[in-house]
Nanobody
């Protein structure tokens, strides 16, 4: 499975971005898909995860209703809609895929990773 994240960029505080993660090489319709982020000097942090059907979603505590993860299995694509962005949301955002029934929140549990897309939020 190859993953390609896109949609990052520079946005002012309070603005919005929608990230996309396109999969290729194998369908991910039966994979759980996660988003993580990593700011300079910090560990990779769980952002959100969606199960294979889209019926279950989980978010990091810091999200507080600002982000929404979704997926379009027919397109092998996962999205992360981010609203009310703040400077502390600045990071490289990665998508990841995991096959199986469990829905983990930790990076080592995911077998496949995209290269990341940079989100910069100015104050």
């Amino acid at each position: 499975v190859q993953l390609q994240a896109s949609g990052g960029g520079l946005v002012q505080a309070g603005g919005s971005l929608r990230l996309s993660c396109a999969a290729s090489g194998r369908t991910t319709s039966n994979y759980n898909m996660g988003w993580f982020r990593q700011a300079p000097g910090k560990e990779r942090e769980f952002v959100a995860v969606i199960n294979w059907s889209g019926g279950r979603t989980y978010y990091g505590d810091f999200v507080k209703g600002r982000f929404t993860i979704s997926r379009a299995n027919a397109k092998d694509t996962v999205y992360l809609q981010m609203n009310s962005l703040q400077p502390e949301d600045t990071a490289v955002y990665f998508c990841a895929a995991k096959y199986g029934n469990d829905i983990p929140f930790t990076p080592p549990s995911y077998a496949y990773w995209g290269r990341g897309t940079l989100v910069t939020v100015s104050s």
